[in-house]
């Protein structure tokens, strides 16, 4: 009987204990790019996926769409500010439909010209993949100077 009455305790005492919610890599990204924000001191607008952007210049020319061909001098680096891609200064082309869900997104929010930040969570960027020098779960920080779009 009293080993029954201890089990039923121990029992009822782990029922009663609150589950720790876990954070899902969402929550995770989010805090990690706000944190970012506030420690840079930056303007930054989200628009609903998750990701963010800082316009410092607007630029003047044409916006491209999720399928233009364009040219960004861009810098890609991870939240500790290890830079693991760089394009020349006289930047690299890409066709928006054959790269990662962030500039997908975020090249089409800058016009020609335009420069600025895009702050990527890893669900538009790699995922819980590792590619590269990049880790899994990632937050991508670009430096983006759109160039050009065709």
Known sequence: MKKSLVLVMIVLSFLSCKKKKIATQN??????????????????????????????????????????????????????GKVFDQSASTGATFNLGSVIKGWKEGIPLFKKG??????IPSALGYGNQATGSIPANSVLIFDIDLINVQ
Do not use: F, H, R, W
């Not at 303007?43 to 609903?48: I, L, P």
């Not at 364009?70 to 500790?80: A, E, F, M, Q, W």
């Open 27 to 80: 929550e995770l990204d989010e805090k990690i790019i706000t944190n970012y924000i506030s420690d840079n001191n930056l303007n930054a607008t989200a628009t609903g996926s998750g990701l963010y952007y800082v316009m410092t210049t607007t630029g003047t020319g044409i916006q491209p769409n999720a399928n233009s061909n364009v040219t960004v001098n861009y810098k890609g680096s991870l939240k500790d």
């Open 114 to 119: 335009g420069k600025g930040i895009l702050l």
